[in-house]
């Protein structure tokens, strides 16, 4: 079981993003899918996540309107599409996975986790 996140980058304030996380299991639908970030010295931050069926989508009032979480079951892949992107959105994102149901805005209850990728935004 294993989690792939890519698609960070260097990006200028207002521009956008696309992060894709492709997550190894049989049973990829049955799981509710997160993206998180965290900065050095700081803890893990929810940002977004989406319900197994993908029918529901919860989001941290910081990234509200900006950014959209989508999933792609049968590709076994969860994306973040992160427009209007401001210079405190650089962080280390990474994309998590949890047999909970729920919005699950805990990083301590996702069972999995992928590597993370760098988002540095410029001002």
């Known amino acids: 079981v294993q989690l792939q996140a890519s698609g960070g980058g260097l990006v200028q304030a207002g521009g956008s993003l696309r992060l894709v996380c492709a997550f190894s299991?049989?049973?990829?639908?049955?799981?509710?899918m997160g993206w998180f970030r965290q900065g050095p010295g700081t803890k893990r931050d929810f940002v977004a996540s989406?319900?197994?069926?993908?029918?529901?989508?919860f989001y941290a009032e910081s990234v509200k309107g900006r950014f959209t979480i989508s999933r792609d079951n049968a590709k076994n892949t969860v994306y973040l599409q992160m427009n209007n992107l401001k210079t405190e959105d650089t962080d280390v994102y990474y994309c998590?996975?949890?047999?909970?149901?729920?919005?699950?805005?805990?990083?301590?209850?996702?069972?999995?986790w992928g590597q993370g990728t760098l988002v540095t935004v410029s001002s």
């Open positions: 299991t049989p049973t990829f639908s049955t799981y509710v």
């Open positions: 998590a996975a949890t047999g909970l149901i729920g919005p699950r805005v805990n990083y301590k209850e996702y069972n999995y």
């Open positions: 989406i319900s197994a069926s993908g029918g529901s989508t």
